[in-house]
């Protein structure tokens, strides 16, 4: 049982693929020694430029499932086909030694964490526009063309669930989103209010998003 703290608490960064998220958690993890990353693990193929045990625990899908079904995971999701999953034990252990324990996941993951640990701490982070995440995604190379696709049609998906977190930090310059970010968690940490929900800012912003584009279905 994961015991809620204010002081203490999961932060949640999600992101469409190609958002920027993992970029920005490093440069988190970079200013603050009191927060702790939370290695996600995946049966998705080891990309040239990842590392096991750094950037994910790389594991089989006979191996991920065996894992679910004995408890271990405190989320899990499949994701462009692919499974994703966040330690279970690992977030209790670092909660319960006062650290704040930071995770970039999917919505889906992102939603099951908030139902377990009310207090967490959940940001959306986009780019300035659909555009340029395609842009992003395109240039990054690391996709197969059945893969891109995947991810690009999961991008409407993930940006109708920006209501369902406590910020949207957008994307646009990589220091000043990081120094947003480490601002929300440090006003979330002393219980100020900073922001609150609002349908129709959420509105505005996904409509700004899609603007430059013409091809959503």
């Not at 080891?46 to 045990?53: A, G, Q, T, V, W």
């Not at 991920?64 to 994701?79: C, H, P, Q, T």
């Not at 640990?117 to 300035?128: C, D, M, Y």
């Not at 930090?169 to 209010?193: C, E, G, M, R």
Request: aromatic share 12%; glycine share 4%; hydrophobic share 35%.
């Amino acid at each position: 049982m994961i015991r809620n703290n204010k002081s203490y608490f999961p932060i949640v960064i999600a992101s469409p693929s190609g958002g920027g998220k993992t970029t920005i958690v490093k440069g988190i993890l970079r200013k603050r020694s009191d927060i702790v990353y939370s290695i996600s693990y995946t049966t998705r193929e080891r990309r040239k430029n990842e590392i096991n045990e750094k950037d994910y625990f790389f594991v089989s899908k006979t191996e991920f499932i065996a894992m679910r079904e004995s408890g271990k995971f405190l989320e899990w999701a499949k994701v462009h086909n692919f499974y994703y999953g966040t330690s279970k034990r690992f977030v209790e252990t670092n909660m319960q030694n006062k650290k704040l324990v930071i995770m970039d996941i999917d919505v889906q993951g992102a939603r099951q964490v908030r139902q377990k640990i009310p207090n967490t701490l959940s940001i959306f982070v986009i780019p300035p526009s659909f555009k340029i995440l395609k842009e992003r995604l395109i240039k990054r190379d690391t996709e197969q063309n059945e893969s891109l696709k995947i991810r690009i049609e999961n991008v409407h998906r993930e940006v109708q669930c920006l209501p369902e977190f406590n910020y949207l930090v957008i994307n646009d310059n990589l220091n000043k989103t990081v120094s947003k970010v480490l601002n929300i968690i440090d006003a979330y940490q002393h219980n100020l209010i900073v922001w609150k929900d609002n349908k129709e800012y959420f509105d505005n912003i996904f409509n700004e998003f899609y603007e430059e584009d013409n091809n959503v279905d």
